[in-house]
């Protein structure tokens, strides 16, 4: 981990270098490139802010986790006429929509991408705002598209009632779930620090994908948690007594309202026992 953060923040100090010594902007308008609440990876949108800027544009780059209310309050200060936002993952896509919903009040349009957009294209039919494509190297010409005409910004797939009360239901349970399910881990003797992460990683995408509209966007999660142990180590088992353990524990917490929540975690556990 210290590795891949060391070339990281190399490579972020080379690129903002590079962002500042491009030429002043001689195109009219003004763009605003930043990532939405509790998105820290900047590399790709700060590469675009780089590539445009070489292409003449004027781009006000705010990088990570930039708060809805902040965001705001800076589009009504300097106006531009497109907000760039990337989330390359499931909670910071929900963020994302979060977002793109409160820019709809400053007539600002938005447009967007990142890996999660990339992985999950069903996503982009939830965000009130212009999908960038899925390779970098074309963006600019895209932005540069919507700048000479601007578009109406394509409307978002409603979500379903039934997500947003399980959302609420799971939001006033899920720290007392999260605690109860290390607390459980624990006391079989099955607990480790990576499962700690996994468990509030989980718990974040769960959120995000009742937001969103559908559990089903939670296979990216799984994957990831799967490819955490594998990275540490840790048994196989441990994945499995993990999602049993929250399984159970949700089912306990949960009314009628969790159902999509407990549904999930029903046909997952199905699927990794046929599998095992």
């Known amino acids: 981990v210290q590795q891949e953060h060391f070339c990281s923040s190399l490579a972020v100090r080379r690129l903002e270098t590079l962002v500042m010594a491009a030429p002043p902007p001689i195109r009219p308008g003004r763009i605003l490139a930043a990532c939405p609440p509790e998105e820290d990876h900047v590399i790709g949108l700060l590469l675009l802010t780089f590539l445009l800027r070489r292409r003449g544009w004027a781009v006000v780059y705010l990088g990570a986790n930039v708060p809805v209310e902040q965001l705001e309050t800076t589009v009504a200060v300097i106006q531009p006429q497109l907000v760039i936002m990337a989330a390359q993952q499931l909670h910071t896509a929900a963020a994302l929509k979060e977002t793109a919903q409160a820019l709809q009040q400053t007539k600002v349009p938005l447009a967007y991408g990142g890996l999660i957009f990339n992985l999950l294209p069903a996503l982009r039919e939830r965000i009130p705002g212009h999908f960038l494509g899925e390779q970098l190297e074309a963006v600019p010409q895209r932005v540069e598209s919507l700048m000479a005409a601007p578009r109406p910004v394509p409307m978002p797939k409603t979500v379903a009632d039934v997500c947003l009360e399980a959302l609420e239901h799971f939001q006033e349970h899920q720290s007392f779930i999260e605690a109860h399910v290390i607390q459980a881990l624990n006391s079989a003797g099955s607990a480790h620090n990576h499962l700690a ?80």
Do not use: C, K
């Open 197 to 276: 992460l996994a468990n509030r990683q989980l718990g974040l995408n769960i959120g995000a994908a009742l937001a969103l509209g559908d559990m089903d966007y939670l296979g990216t999660d799984i994957e990831w948690v799967t490819g955490l142990l594998r990275n540490y180590r840790l048994p196989a088992e441990a994945l499995t007594g993990f999602l049993q353990t929250y399984h159970q524990t949700a089912i306990e917490q949960l009314d009628e309202r969790g159902q999509p929540i407990i549904a999930w975690f029903d046909e997952l556990l199905s699927v990794n026992e046929e599998v095992s």
